[in-house]
């Protein structure tokens, strides 16, 4: 037999995809600044030469990237709260899985953005008497972001890709709202075809336009 393919049910739900991607769009937009910033810190912790710093940013940084995004968002909702001895709720589980998972990658992409400045630079500005933080703001920072741009982008569209992962903790993204929908309609061909269609029309601008920005780079 040949499948009927039939969308009319599914536009009648569009108000709860509508609300899913609200919720997809949101967790990426917050988990990729908490990211960035706990990626930072992280890079900056790892190149401080304190041993009491560096070794447990590394620590986090390799158990981060060395374990999958899935069963640390489990975890931080499962484990976490037994460890600590309090109650998470989903969307804060979800958004601390998602930050850290992120938060090592970003950090590997500041470590390499920083180490490909020249050496000269760094020792020009100690010698015009910069203290490390005028140092990185004015003169390093300003060129290592340029050149890491290209693969920041790319790590959000990773991140916005993840974000499908936090339906297994009930929060209403995308994915969840589908299950409803599918759940309700008996389509599920059609609801998960809509789910992809929209990720598309989403992450295919956002794909154009790192590769834009790697050509312009190297161009």
Not at 37 to 52: D, E, H, P, Q, Y
Request: net charge positive; hydrophobic share 50%; glycine share 6%.
């Amino acid at each position: 037999m040949t499948y009927q393919w039939d969308f009319g049910p599914i536009l009648q739900y569009w108000s709860l995809f509508r609300i899913g991607l609200e919720y997809t769009l949101g967790f990426t937009l917050a988990s990729a600044i908490v990211g960035m910033v706990a990626g930072l810190l992280l890079t900056l912790a790892r190149r401080s030469g304190w041993k009491i710093l560096s070794i447990p940013a590394g620590a986090v940084v390799e158990i981060f990237r060395c374990t999958p995004a899935l069963v640390q968002l489990v975890w931080c909702y499962y484990a976490l709260p037994v460890v600590l001895g309090l109650s998470l709720p989903p969307a804060t589980a979800a958004l601390l899985a998602l930050s850290l998972y992120g938060a090592a990658f970003y950090s590997e992409i500041f470590r390499a953005g920083l180490d490909s400045i020249d050496r000269g630079q760094w020792d020009a500005a100690a010698a015009l008497g910069m203290t490390p933080f005028t140092m990185m703001r004015r003169i390093i920072l300003p060129q290592a972001l340029r050149r890491m741009t290209a693969p920041l982008v790319s790590q959000v569209v990773l991140q916005l890709k993840n974000t499908s992962l936090i339906s297994v903790v009930t929060v209403p993204d995308l994915v969840y709202q589908g299950q409803m929908v599918a759940s309700a309609t008996y389509k599920p061909l059609e609801v998960y075809t809509t789910i992809a269609i929209i990720y598309f029309l989403i992450l295919f601008p956002m794909t154009q336009g790192a590769r834009l920005l790697e050509r312009r780079r190297h161009g």
